[in-house]
């Protein structure tokens, strides 16, 4: 189990940059993979980027670009760089880990209580 909390949301004007953090409870070398994930209002939960911890990273086709994920497994975070912000990009953004469990024989997945991100000018 792993207990996952985030933060740099807020408010920025379209263009703007901002920067998200992911603190995890655990060593994130142990962890699978982690990635961010986004819901608007009325919307479906969609996956942004995520990360094995091998290194190997996944993006959302149309996000690729703007959107840059890393790892920092000092310090058991991971991070999640968003440039050239749209208004359509305005989201509950959501990390979460994917653990593989012997107990469960099979892989659990845990999630942060999400961080607002919101564009408007």
């Known amino acids: 189990q792993v207990q996952l909390v985030e933060s740099g949301g807020g408010l920025v004007q379209p263009g703007g940059s901002l920067r998200l953090s992911c603190a995890a409870s655990?060593?994130?070398?142990?962890?699978?993979?982690m990635g961010w994930y986004r819901q608007a209002p009325g919307k479906q939960r969609e996956l942004v980027a995520d990360i094995t911890s091998g290194g190997r990273t996944n993006y959302a086709d149309s996000l690729k670009g703007r959107f840059t994920i890393s790892r920092d497994n000092a310090k058991n975070t991971v991070n999640l760089q968003i440039n050239s912000l749209k208004p359509e990009d305005t989201a509950v953004y959501y990390c979460?880990?994917?653990?593989?469990?012997?107990?469960?024989?099979?892989?659990?997945?845990?999630w942060g209580q999400g961080t607002q991100v919101t564009v408007s000018s």
């Open positions: 979460n880990a994917k653990i593989y469990e012997v107990s469960s024989r099979g892989f659990v997945y845990y």
């Open positions: 655990k060593n994130i070398f142990s962890i699978y993979a």
